[in-house]
């Protein structure tokens, strides 16, 4: 099973937490990025997510590959929606398990922002003004 994947629906986190549970963890950390109604005082009615999948995917495993190697954790997941996305829809979930709490949070810091920061998704905001802007690298 992929550590990373990209999904155009949305998708239920008990399962991809339920799978980082273990008897080598004593914690767990987690992230949850919605879709909010504002971006640098613009009011914000809707977004789309486009990735350049495969890319995406592989760099996506690298990061939680990365994670892993650095941090004293047991697994990690991360999954990022793409497509058309309304106020309040969950965009993107990690999660982190490992035996101490300070790895799992530094661990799913890190992973979300090298996702962030690496993984070719680019996302199309849609503004109250009927305009529109594409963003990159996903605030």
């Known amino acids: 099973m992929p550590r990373f994947r990209l999904s155009d629906a949305p998708f239920d986190i008990e399962p991809l937490r339920s799978a980082l549970l273990?008897?080598?963890?004593?914690?767990?950390?987690s992230?949850?990025?919605?879709?909010?109604d504002h971006n640098e005082g613009r009011a914000v009615l809707g977004l789309r997510?486009?990735?350049?999948?495969a890319l995406a995917e592989a760099e996506g495993e690298r990061v939680i590959d990365e994670a892993l190697a650095k941090f004293e954790i047991v697994d990690a997941r991360c999954v990022h929606?793409?497509?058309?996305?309304?106020?309040g829809d969950l965009a993107v979930w990690v999660g982190v398990s490992a035996a101490h709490r300070d790895?799992?949070?530094?661990?799913?810091?890190?992973i979300i922002d090298e996702v962030k920061a690496r993984v070719p998704i680019w996302k199309h905001e849609r503004y109250a003004g009927g305009d529109a802007g594409w963003l990159h690298p996903d605030g």
């Open 103 to 110: 790895a799992a949070f530094a661990a799913s810091r890190y």
């Open 49 to 53: 997510y486009e990735a350049y999948a």
């Open 31 to 36: 992230f949850e990025g919605w879709v909010r």
């Open 81 to 87: 929606r793409i497509g058309d996305l309304a106020i």
């Open 22 to 29: 273990g008897a080598r963890a004593g914690a767990f950390s």
